[in-house]
């Protein structure tokens, strides 16, 4: 998914969610790579840490 897509879907501004993707990719809770169609733009997984509870941010 599209941090754009996210963010319209969580009612944020793509900008907005940049800090806090950022935080999560250093938890390792999710991973961010550039989409194969559109090098402007990057896709976001959640990772298997991201999968788990754990603590919050």
């Known amino acids: 998914m599209a ?3 996210l963010a ?3 009612g944020l ?3 907005s969610l940049t800090r ?4 999560l990719q250093e938890q390792g809770r999710i991973r ?3 989409s194969n169609v ?6 976001v997984v959640i990772a298997e840490a991201g ?3 754990g603590e919050s941010m």
């Open 3 to 5: 941090p754009s897509e």
């Open 8 to 10: 319209a879907i969580e």
């Open 13 to 15: 501004q793509a900008q």
């Open 20 to 23: 806090v993707l950022n935080e």
């Open 32 to 34: 961010r790579s550039r």
């Open 38 to 43: 559109d090098a402007r733009r990057q896709n």
């Open 51 to 53: 999968r788990e509870p």
